[in-house]
Protein backbone atom coordinates (compact mmCIF):
# COMPACT_ATOMS: atom_id res chain seq x y z
CA UNK A 1 0.00 0.00 0.00
CA UNK A 2 0.88 3.53 -0.87
CA UNK A 3 0.13 6.63 1.02
CA UNK A 4 -0.26 10.52 -0.14
CA UNK A 5 -1.21 12.37 2.95
CA UNK A 6 -2.44 15.99 0.76
CA UNK A 7 -3.89 18.82 2.14
CA UNK A 8 -6.39 21.58 0.90
CA UNK A 9 -5.74 25.31 1.15
CA UNK A 10 -8.50 26.70 1.87
CA UNK A 11 -10.97 26.03 4.07
CA UNK A 12 -13.77 27.82 2.81
CA UNK A 13 -17.23 26.56 2.81
CA UNK A 14 -17.91 25.10 -1.05
CA UNK A 15 -14.59 25.39 -1.45
CA UNK A 16 -13.85 23.85 -5.21
CA UNK A 17 -10.44 22.17 -4.09
CA UNK A 18 -11.75 20.87 -1.19
CA UNK A 19 -14.04 19.21 -4.19
CA UNK A 20 -10.95 18.50 -6.08
CA UNK A 21 -9.45 16.76 -3.28
CA UNK A 22 -12.18 14.14 -2.95
CA UNK A 23 -12.07 13.84 -6.94
CA UNK A 24 -8.41 12.69 -6.22
CA UNK A 25 -9.63 10.01 -3.13
CA UNK A 26 -12.08 8.62 -5.15
CA UNK A 27 -10.43 7.95 -8.25
CA UNK A 28 -7.22 6.70 -6.24
CA UNK A 29 -6.03 3.26 -7.19
CA UNK A 30 -6.80 0.56 -5.05
CA UNK A 31 -3.60 -0.15 -3.92
CA UNK A 32 -3.28 3.41 -2.29
CA UNK A 33 -4.61 5.16 0.89
CA UNK A 34 -5.18 8.69 0.79
CA UNK A 35 -4.89 10.43 3.88
CA UNK A 36 -6.26 13.93 4.69
CA UNK A 37 -3.53 16.07 6.46
CA UNK A 38 -5.69 19.07 7.19
CA UNK A 39 -4.14 22.37 7.67
CA UNK A 40 -6.46 24.43 9.01
CA UNK A 41 -6.26 24.50 12.73
CA UNK A 42 -2.19 24.84 12.23
CA UNK A 43 -1.18 28.30 13.99
CA UNK A 44 1.33 30.84 12.28
CA UNK A 45 4.50 29.90 12.34
CA UNK A 46 7.43 32.28 13.85
CA UNK A 47 10.91 31.77 14.69
CA UNK A 48 10.81 31.91 18.23
CA UNK A 49 8.74 28.84 18.48
CA UNK A 50 11.40 26.79 17.71
CA UNK A 51 12.64 26.80 20.82
CA UNK A 52 9.28 25.12 22.53
CA UNK A 53 7.84 23.68 19.18
CA UNK A 54 3.93 23.91 19.54
CA UNK A 55 2.26 19.99 20.11
CA UNK A 56 0.26 20.64 17.10
CA UNK A 57 2.76 21.71 14.40
CA UNK A 58 4.83 18.51 15.55
CA UNK A 59 2.05 16.29 15.31
CA UNK A 60 1.33 17.98 11.75
CA UNK A 61 5.02 16.78 11.01
CA UNK A 62 4.59 13.72 12.40
CA UNK A 63 1.71 12.91 9.97
CA UNK A 64 3.69 14.16 7.27
CA UNK A 65 6.12 12.05 8.07
CA UNK A 66 4.23 8.82 8.12
CA UNK A 67 2.64 9.09 4.40
CA UNK A 68 5.09 8.04 1.60
CA UNK A 69 4.38 11.49 -1.01
CA UNK A 70 2.78 14.60 -0.04
CA UNK A 71 0.09 16.54 -2.57
CA UNK A 72 -0.60 19.99 -1.78
CA UNK A 73 -4.10 21.29 -3.66
CA UNK A 74 -4.34 24.61 -2.86
CA UNK A 75 -6.45 27.90 -4.87
CA UNK A 76 -4.86 30.70 -6.03
CA UNK A 77 -4.96 34.04 -4.15
CA UNK A 78 -3.71 36.82 -5.88
CA UNK A 79 -1.32 35.00 -8.69
CA UNK A 80 -0.24 32.89 -5.90
CA UNK A 81 -0.93 30.45 -3.33
CA UNK A 82 -2.59 31.14 -0.06
CA UNK A 83 -0.75 31.79 3.17
CA UNK A 84 -1.57 29.01 4.43
CA UNK A 85 0.08 26.86 2.63
CA UNK A 86 3.12 28.99 2.86
CA UNK A 87 2.66 28.59 6.75
CA UNK A 88 2.54 24.62 6.52
CA UNK A 89 5.50 24.45 4.59
CA UNK A 90 7.47 26.71 6.92
CA UNK A 91 6.46 24.35 9.51
CA UNK A 92 7.18 21.12 7.96
CA UNK A 93 10.94 22.77 7.67
CA UNK A 94 11.18 23.51 11.24
CA UNK A 95 13.40 23.48 13.69
CA UNK A 96 16.45 23.96 11.56
CA UNK A 97 17.85 20.52 10.88
CA UNK A 98 14.19 18.41 11.25
CA UNK A 99 12.58 19.18 7.61
CA UNK A 100 9.99 16.14 6.67
CA UNK A 101 10.27 17.78 3.25
CA UNK A 102 14.00 16.31 2.34
CA UNK A 103 13.96 14.01 -0.14
CA UNK A 104 10.12 13.45 0.21
CA UNK A 105 7.69 13.11 -3.53
CA UNK A 106 5.87 16.29 -2.87
CA UNK A 107 2.88 17.55 -5.75
CA UNK A 108 0.87 20.21 -6.42
CA UNK A 109 -2.51 20.43 -7.86
CA UNK A 110 -5.51 23.21 -7.62
CA UNK A 111 -8.57 24.46 -9.07
CA UNK A 112 -10.20 27.70 -9.75
CA UNK A 113 -13.22 28.92 -11.23
CA UNK A 114 -11.38 31.12 -13.39
CA UNK A 115 -10.13 30.28 -17.18
CA UNK A 116 -6.44 29.53 -15.90
CA UNK A 117 -6.76 26.99 -12.92
CA UNK A 118 -4.29 28.33 -10.70
CA UNK A 119 -1.48 28.37 -12.92
CA UNK A 120 0.07 31.23 -11.36
CA UNK A 121 -0.20 29.91 -8.37
CA UNK A 122 1.41 26.25 -8.96
CA UNK A 123 4.10 28.01 -11.56
CA UNK A 124 5.09 29.87 -7.82
CA UNK A 125 5.14 26.55 -6.00
CA UNK A 126 7.37 24.88 -8.73
CA UNK A 127 9.67 27.61 -7.80
CA UNK A 128 10.79 27.06 -4.32
CA UNK A 129 9.54 23.60 -3.50
CA UNK A 130 12.27 21.98 -5.03
CA UNK A 131 14.61 24.31 -3.57
CA UNK A 132 13.61 22.59 -0.33
CA UNK A 133 15.08 19.40 -1.21
CA UNK A 134 12.16 17.50 -2.11
CA UNK A 135 11.46 15.49 -5.02
CA UNK A 136 9.14 16.70 -6.79
CA UNK A 137 7.01 15.66 -9.67
CA UNK A 138 6.37 18.43 -11.99
CA UNK A 139 4.46 16.57 -14.78
CA UNK A 140 1.34 15.29 -15.32
CA UNK A 141 -0.23 19.03 -13.95
CA UNK A 142 -3.52 18.85 -12.83
CA UNK A 143 -4.61 22.34 -12.60
CA UNK A 144 -8.81 22.74 -12.89
CA UNK A 145 -9.96 25.36 -14.78
CA UNK A 146 -13.44 26.84 -14.84
CA UNK A 147 -14.43 24.85 -11.39
CA UNK A 148 -17.56 26.26 -11.02
CA UNK A 149 -19.38 24.13 -14.05
CA UNK A 150 -16.52 21.20 -13.75
CA UNK A 151 -18.46 20.03 -10.24
CA UNK A 152 -21.64 19.54 -9.19
CA UNK A 153 -23.83 20.85 -6.31
CA UNK A 154 -22.43 17.50 -4.33
CA UNK A 155 -18.90 17.99 -5.47
CA UNK A 156 -18.86 15.64 -7.58
CA UNK A 157 -16.61 16.22 -10.46
CA UNK A 158 -17.02 15.70 -14.53
CA UNK A 159 -16.19 13.00 -16.70
CA UNK A 160 -13.19 14.55 -17.91
CA UNK A 161 -11.87 16.09 -15.08
CA UNK A 162 -12.65 12.51 -12.78
CA UNK A 163 -10.18 10.81 -15.87
CA UNK A 164 -7.82 13.81 -15.40
CA UNK A 165 -7.74 12.97 -11.79
CA UNK A 166 -7.26 9.37 -11.66
CA UNK A 167 -4.49 9.77 -14.26
CA UNK A 168 -2.55 12.23 -11.95
CA UNK A 169 -3.04 10.25 -8.75
CA UNK A 170 -1.89 7.46 -10.70
CA UNK A 171 1.25 8.94 -11.79
CA UNK A 172 1.95 10.18 -8.87
CA UNK A 173 1.79 6.92 -7.01
CA UNK A 174 4.36 5.58 -9.68
CA UNK A 175 6.36 8.79 -8.82
CA UNK A 176 6.55 7.74 -5.09
CA UNK A 177 7.86 4.29 -5.69
CA UNK A 178 9.88 4.67 -8.40
C1 LIG B 1 -8.17 36.68 -1.67
C2 LIG B 1 -8.53 36.02 -2.98
C3 LIG B 1 -7.75 36.23 -4.10
C4 LIG B 1 -8.02 35.56 -5.29
N1 LIG B 1 -7.16 35.68 -6.35
C5 LIG B 1 -7.33 34.88 -7.43
C6 LIG B 1 -6.34 34.83 -8.46
O1 LIG B 1 -5.33 35.52 -8.42
N2 LIG B 1 -6.55 34.00 -9.51
C7 LIG B 1 -7.66 33.20 -9.60
O2 LIG B 1 -7.79 32.43 -10.55
N3 LIG B 1 -8.62 33.23 -8.65
C8 LIG B 1 -8.48 34.05 -7.56
N4 LIG B 1 -9.42 34.08 -6.57
C9 LIG B 1 -10.66 33.33 -6.77
C10 LIG B 1 -10.48 31.91 -6.29
O3 LIG B 1 -9.91 31.14 -7.34
C11 LIG B 1 -11.84 31.33 -5.90
O4 LIG B 1 -12.35 32.05 -4.80
C12 LIG B 1 -11.76 29.87 -5.57
O5 LIG B 1 -13.07 29.38 -5.37
C13 LIG B 1 -10.90 29.62 -4.36
O6 LIG B 1 -10.76 28.25 -4.12
P1 LIG B 1 -11.64 27.51 -3.00
O7 LIG B 1 -13.07 27.49 -3.53
O8 LIG B 1 -11.07 26.14 -2.93
O9 LIG B 1 -11.53 28.30 -1.74
C14 LIG B 1 -9.17 34.73 -5.39
C15 LIG B 1 -9.99 34.57 -4.26
C16 LIG B 1 -9.68 35.19 -3.08
C17 LIG B 1 -10.55 34.95 -1.87
Avoid at 141 to 151: E, I, P, R, W, Y
Wanted: aromatic letters at 8%.
Amino acid sequence: MTTIGYFVGSWAEGSVNRKLARTLVEQAPEDVEMRDLDISGLPLYGRHLDEDFPQVMQDFKDRVEAVDGLLIVTPEHNQSFPAAVKNAVDILTRPGGTSVLRGRPVTIAGASPGRFGTISSQSQLRQFLPMLGVRFMGTPNLAVGGAKDVFDDDGVADEQTAARARKFVAAFADFIRA
